[in-house]
């Protein structure tokens, strides 16, 4: 059988997390699971047409922060 799913529309979400003077992962492994669940957030079930985009910025004297910027179609 084939589910049929209502289009909510375009949304996005980020996260990043910081690699504490490139040792300590603080948030990191779970950056693209926290900007996919703040893209669909209450409005759906999950997303469609779905694009990643990774960034880095290095800090001086304490590491580096890796964000996810996740963006797609909502739907429900």
């Given at each position: 059988a084939h589910e049929v799913y209502e289009?909510?529309?375009?949304?996005?979400?980020?996260?990043?997390?910081?690699?504490?003077?490139?040792?300590?992962?603080?948030?990191?492994?779970?950056?693209?699971?926290?900007?996919?669940?703040?893209?669909?957030?209450?409005?759906?079930?999950?997303?469609?047409?779905?694009?990643?985009?990774?960034?880095?910025?290095?800090?001086?004297?304490?590491?580096?922060?890796?964000?996810?910027?996740?963006?797609?179609?909502?739907?429900?």
């Amino acid at each position: 059988a084939h589910e049929v799913y209502e289009v909510v529309g375009p949304s996005e979400g980020g996260g990043c997390g910081l690699l504490l003077f490139g040792l300590i992962p603080l948030g990191i492994n779970s950056r693209t699971q926290r900007a996919y669940s703040e893209a669909v957030g209450s409005k759906g079930i999950g997303l469609i047409d779905t694009q990643v985009q990774y960034s880095w910025w290095f800090v001086p004297y304490v590491g580096t922060i890796h964000c996810a910027f996740v963006k797609g179609t909502v739907v429900r």
